[in-house]
């Protein structure tokens, strides 16, 4: 199985900053790479896939990058509704894996 | 719109069983391949399985903690998702989403997700 390592597991940060969270597979999975937040109570929605590609209706504020096994999702200015807890996730290969999240919180 | 919309949880014992459904509408759902995917309280996401559409063979596929246990199925004739669980254990408590696999080339993502269903695996 493909293990998919995110970090950090948590940050806190103010609305404006720009933020960054890494992924990282055991192994290439190419840019078949998907990014999901994930709201208290809520399902996950997706923002990202193919690694780079943004969503229909996602704000431009949020981009993927990176292919092989490094992966980045990027928040350019963090707003008040992205405070949310977000996965990585892998489709190259069954089982599909996810990442254990990265909790953005309120500094 | 698509909607999905879990239904069957519930508190059941352990080595007992329960059978989700997910009723699906606003897409061609013959045409779809679906997942179940669930939710430890408090813990991350885990891919449970998958089933392939009809014309495309209906196969399945399982996470391992649950192979052998769970089965996926699917009534066409009524746009509706099966997740079959026996052998209930502890670790199986969580919310259950169905989610639909939209794919890409080679690759896939979960476009649209129920709502979830608890289920709760206790003595």
């Known amino acids: 199985d493909i293990q998919m390592t995110q970090s950090p597991s948590s940050l806190s940060a103010s609305v404006g900053d720009r933020v960054t969270i890494t992924c990282r597979a055991s192994?290439?999975?190419?840019?078949?790479l998907n990014w999901y937040q994930q709201k208290a109570g809520k399902a996950p929605k997706v923002l990202i896939y193919?690694?780079?590609s943004l969503q229909s209706g996602v704000p431009s504020r949020f981009s993927g990058s990176g292919s092989g096994t490094d992966f980045t999702l990027t928040i350019s200015s963090l707003q008040p509704e992205d405070f949310a807890t977000y996965y990585c996730?892998?489709?190259?290969?069954?089982?599909?894996?996810f990442g254990q999240g990265t909790k953005v919180e309120i500094k | 719109e698509v909607q999905l919309v879990e239904s069957g949880g519930g508190l059941i014992k352990p080595g007992g069983s329960l059978r989700l459904s997910c009723a699906a509408s606003g897409f061609t759902f013959t045409d779809a391949w679906m997942s179940w995917v669930r939710q430890a309280p408090g813990k991350g996401l885990e891919w449970v399985g998958r089933?392939?559409?009809?014309?495309?063979?209906?196969?399945?596929d399982y996470a391992a903690p649950v192979k052998g246990r769970f089965t996926i199925s699917r009534d066409d004739s009524k746009n509706t998702l099966f997740l079959q669980m026996h052998s209930l254990r502890p670790e199986d408590t969580a919310v259950y989403y169905c989610t639909t696999d939209h794919y890409y080339g080679s690759g896939s993502y979960w476009a649209s997700w129920g709502q979830g269903t608890l289920v709760t695996v206790s003595s």
């Open positions: 193919a690694a780079s």
């Open positions: 089933l392939r559409s009809k014309i495309d063979g209906g196969l399945t």
């Open positions: 192994e290439t999975i190419r840019t078949y």
């Open positions: 996730q892998q489709s190259y290969s069954i089982p599909r894996t």
